[in-house]
Structures are given as C-alpha cells and as structure tokens.
C-alpha cells in the first residue's frame, strides 16, 4: 500500500511495513522536496535499524559528547529521536539537511544524489564521531 500525500509543497509517501512481527504504518523520511528522495531512503535504513535505534534511543552519545561544533553521532540521535518518538505523521528531518555539506562536501539541498553514496558518507560521519570520541 502506497499513498502519495501533498501538504505546503512537500510529498509524502505513506507505506505499510511488517517489522518485528508487527505492522507498523511508517511515513516515509519525505517531508522534503523530491529532489531528497536520496537522504530520505538512506535515513529510513538507519532509523529502522533496530541495535542503532536502540542506541540513539538512549541518548547515551550525547550525554558523554564533548564535540562542540558538527557531531554526525548527535545529529542522527535527534533526528532518530524525533523520528521514532513523533506524534505527528510526518518529520522533516531538518537536523540533517542543515549539515549535508558537514556529511559530504558535494551534497547540496535539492540536488539529485545517490542513496548509497549518501549513506556511506553518513556511516563514515558517524564512524569518525565515534572515534573522535574515544580519544578525549
């Protein structure tokens, strides 16, 4: 099941999910103009992962963070709180567009990406704030 929803510009994509067991009606990471269908796809993937959910979920990274400016670790802990504790039908994951050019220097709001490209920037984002971490 798949409906298209149009609300102030934006497009939402609403899906039927089974995970664990359970079905779970999950709106699509679409609250941003088509053009971000890229970042949507690759945050879903990390949101719905169930060891990094739970982790972010605790907010543990970001009671031991000392990192002053751009932290990927904490900026995917908002966002995933945001995400999985929301009310409303919709999120527009704005912590993460704000820093794109932060995850990857060639990234640019409303230009067409690559998915993988854009997640394995974002693992690698989080990877280096998790070793940043480890040595102070």
């Known amino acids: 099941m798949m409906e298209l929803l149009r609300h102030k510009g934006f497009f939402f994509h609403l899906r039927r999910y089974v995970w664990i067991g359970k079905k779970h009606e999950v709106l699509e990471l679409a609250c941003t103009i088509l053009a971000t269908r890229f970042l949507n796809a690759a945050l879903q993937c990390?949101?719905?992962t169930p060891p990094l959910a739970n982790y972010m979920l605790s907010?543990?990274?970001s009671r031991?963070?000392?990192e002053?400016?751009?932290c990927m670790m904490c900026t995917m802990e908002t966002h995933i709180?945001?995400?999985l504790r929301c009310t409303v039908d919709a999120i527009e994951p704005t912590c993460v567009i704000s820093n794109l050019s932060r995850i990857g220097q060639?990234?640019?709001l409303g230009s067409q990406e690559d998915a993988h490209e854009f997640l394995r920037y974002t693992v690698d984002a989080m990877q280096e704030a998790c070793l940043n971490g480890s040595t102070k």
């Open 81 to 83: 709180n945001q995400a």
């Open 46 to 48: 990390l949101t719905y």
């Open 68 to 70: 002053q400016d751009f």
């Open 59 to 61: 907010l543990e990274h």
């Open 64 to 66: 031991s963070c000392r």
């Open 106 to 108: 060639h990234f640019r």
